[in-house]
């Protein structure tokens, strides 16, 4: 079966400072990973996804994510936070198999950027 | 292209009543899914569906049932809803890798 672990339920950085949000997995097969995040009452929206080739993704609002196979990570970072990218941040992953997989999801990382 | 559109955006039940949630996407996917949200769970996938007339069971089953009878909608009843199914729900379709969400459902049951 495939899991997600987000290790941290929270992360507190200073604006200005660079941002790492944390996310392992464990698949039998190639992962398609993605990151979402969501505002408060608000709906997912999508950062950025893995599927294959580089490593590193880039994604929106300045975000990127580095695939590590031999870690099975998949680690959200930005140089540099703003207040603004206070939310909470779901890492989920999906193993494309014969049938229909699904998309499984960590259980969220809140992200507080303190000005 | 309105995406995945999901109603009602809010509800309040009593213990006991039922009600569907709709959603609905214009974007000809096959594949549509159900998730509900609950703090420090993540989303946890309710049922899904590979296209019209086709569905299966996710992580969490229980009290809900779907049906597909079209490629655009795929709604979630709540037969008798209970305290426990208070939660955000989200609807999502998927094309081959990526994922869309509507905005969410939050449901109460007092």
């Known amino acids: 079966a495939q899991s997600v672990a987000q290790p941290e339920d929270q992360v507190n950085v200073a604006e200005g400072n660079p941002l790492t949000v944390k996310c392992t997995y464990s698949?039998?097969?190639?992962?398609?990973l993605f990151w979402y995040v969501q505002y408060p009452n608000r709906g997912l929206q999508f950062l950025l996804k893995?599927?294959?080739?580089?490593?590193l993704v880039k994604g929106s609002y300045g975000f990127e994510a580095e695939f590590n196979k031999s870690q099975t990570s998949f680690h959200l970072k930005k140089p540099s936070a703003l207040v603004s990218d206070s939310a909470l941040y779901f890492c989920?992953?999906?193993?494309?198999?014969?049938?229909?997989?699904?998309?499984?999801f960590g259980k969220g990382t809140r992200l507080s950027v303190i000005a | 292209n309105a995406g995945v559109t999901q109603t009602p955006k809010f509800q309040v039940l009593k213990t006991g009543q039922s009600m569907t949630l709709q959603c609905a996407q214009d974007m000809n996917h096959e594949y549509m899914s159900w998730y509900r949200q609950d703090p420090g769970m993540g989303l946890r996938l309710i049922h899904y569906s590979v296209g019209a007339g086709i569905t299966d069971q996710g992580e969490v089953p229980n009290g809900y049932n779907v049906s597909r009878s079209t490629t655009e909608d795929f709604p979630l009843r709540l037969l008798s809803a209970a305290p426990s199914q208070t939660s955000v729900y989200f609807c999502?379709?998927?094309?081959?890798?990526?994922?869309?969400f509507g905005s969410g459902t939050r449901l109460t049951v007092v």
């Open positions: 999502a379709s998927r094309e081959r890798y990526g994922y869309t």
């Open positions: 698949v039998s097969g190639n992962p398609y």
């Open positions: 893995y599927i294959t080739g580089d490593n």
């Open positions: 989920a992953v999906r193993v494309l198999l014969s049938g229909n997989t699904p998309l499984v």
